[in-house]
């Protein structure tokens, strides 16, 4: 029986679907402003390799992840651009789409944008009102009420005392307590805005997951997923309106996956060790990123670092030496197999993929030892499960890697015309510009240089001596 440790009860409890072998899986996905970063390539790859062991487990998934396309900082980057926000969302979806498919990532069955559902927003912040959940405040926003919620604290364990003690909650004298939360802005200058019951505005973040979800899901569905960044406020605030809104549970399981950290510190922009999707494929093979994300328990902490990255190659190298010269078809795996057995047992514990690595090594050893066709074809396939070990052995062996071409000029890597020349000679100030930046804590100033070097294939290493660059 498969067991998934649920955030909402602190515990691993027996998977239990709502009907019979379908899974209805919704997951938070990206708000598109700028390229992904490891952060969420973890996610891309965690919620992928529980969907392919549901369906290898013979489930039908319905498995969404929505598209965050309007945002405070999509019009800021947009305002910034001078473009469209359609033209910035869109060249951002494209990229991450691209990402997606060189970590191996089987497309989400359904990918709802926010700006698409704008009309179930507004109704289900009416039916908010009509309830008491909700109040439109003197300045034109409408407010969630958390006090009317009587759950509310039951994803992340606290009581709204403990919260507004631990948390740093936005001061706004229109609230009538600092923990309520926006479900629609008024309309600003320069701003996107739809008409509304209260006049014309957005609405706010937390709101467009609630409604996507149960548009594609029902009010009421099995597993709700996303980073363990999101499990305050995000989550804690779709529970609330959902289940303010239609009178019952929201999501059965929540799975959260744990936070990526470089070099044992915390992923920050204001640290200078973040690092897209993108600038990582500079330096290494998909295969290989995936393979290293899948190692780690989903629900531990990630930690990268280049160490981490050359050691998850060599093992990735094992696994295909042990496979070079069996030609392998995908075939039906026999699960009555010890080895098979036992990597099912694992991904049915909580999905316990460095448990079912472990497995895959110890296949690849037998293999070596016995020159077996059979057990380099169980290899395979349980290796398929989770999309590992899909090329030919010999390619990637030799090095035949399709990677990001990040060696691309800034107007290129941007969509504007825009051009540095001899980007080479101009890499010193730049760093010197970052570094004056960082010491004025302008952190977005700072962060915009280190793209920019990025896009043109020159990558920043922060080191306690300096800062170093190289190009990828």
């Known amino acids: 029986m498969l067991k998934i440790y649920n955030t909402l009860s602190r515990d691993k409890q027996t998977f239990t679907p709502i009907e019979p072998y379908k899974v209805r899986m919704y997951v938070c996905g990206m708000t598109v402003y700028d390229f992904c970063h490891l952060g969420h390539a973890r996610v891309m790859v965690v919620f992928d390799m529980v969907t392919r062991w549901f369906r290898a487990s013979d489930y039908e998934v319905t498995y969404v992840r929505n598209i965050t396309d309007i945002d405070d900082k999509i019009i800021k980057r947009a305002n910034e651009n001078k473009e469209s926000i359609g033209d910035l969302t869109q060249r951002f979806i494209d990229a991450m789409d691209e990402d997606s498919a060189k970590l191996g990532i089987i497309r989400p069955d359904i990918e709802p944008r926010a700006t698409q559902y704008i009309e179930g927003m507004i109704n289900m912040i009416s039916a908010l009102i009509e309830k008491g959940h909700a109040y439109h405040a003197a300045n034109g926003d409408v407010f969630y009420s958390v006090r009317s919620f009587n759950d509310y604290g039951k994803l992340s364990g606290k009581s709204l005392d403990d919260l507004r003690a631990g948390e740093r909650v936005e001061v ?22 739809w008409d509304s019951p209260w006049g014309k505005g957005r609405p706010g973040w937390h709101i467009e997951c609630s409604v996507m979800s149960a548009e594609h899901l029902g009010a009421h569905f099995d597993i709700h997923g996303g980073g363990q960044d999101l499990q305050f406020p995000h989550h804690e605030n779709e529970i609330a309106q959902s289940e303010a809104t239609h009178s019952c549970q929201m999501a059965n399981y929540w799975m959260h996956n744990g936070f990526v950290r470089v ?9 200078g060790n973040f ?3 993108r600038e990582v494929l500079s330096q290494y093979d998909a295969e290989v990123v995936r393979f290293f994300i899948l190692r780690a328990h989903y629900r531990s902490p990630l930690n990268y670092s280049d160490k981490h990255l050359d050691d998850a190659k060599l ?27 036992r990597f099912k047992t694992a991904m049915d514990d909580d999905f316990n993929t460095p448990e079912a690595m472990a497995v ?3 296949l690849a050893n037998e293999v070596n030892k016995t020159k077996s066709i059979e057990i380099a074809s169980l290899l395979k396939n349980l290796a398929t499960v989770v999309g590992l070990l899909q090329r030919d052995p010999n390619a990637f062996l030799q090095g035949e890697v399709t990677t990001i071409n990040t060696n691309v000029g800034i107007a290129e890597a941007s969509g504007f015309k825009a051009e540095i020349s001899s980007i080479t000679t101009d890499v010193d100030s730049l760093i010197q510009a970052r570094l004056d930046a960082k ?6 100033e700072a962060d915009r240089i280190r793209k920019q070097l990025a896009d043109a ?11 170093t660059w190289r190009r990828a």
């Open 172 to 193: 706004d004298s229109f609230k009538k307590d600092p923990m309520d939360f926006v479900l629609w802005k008024s309309v600003k200058p320069n701003e996107p805005n």
């Open 263 to 271: 070099d044992d510190e915390k992923m920050s922009k204001s640290l």
């Open 275 to 277: 690092f897209t999707i």
């Open 315 to 341: 093992a990735l190298t094992r696994l295909y030496t042990a496979l070079r010269g069996y030609e392998v078809a995908e075939s039906e795996i026999n699960w009555q197999h010890p080895q098979a057995a």
């Open 360 to 362: 895959l090594f110890d």
């Open 439 to 444: 010491k004025s804590k302008n952190f977005a």
């Open 457 to 467: 294939g020159i990558i920043l290493e922060d080191t306690p001596q300096g800062t």
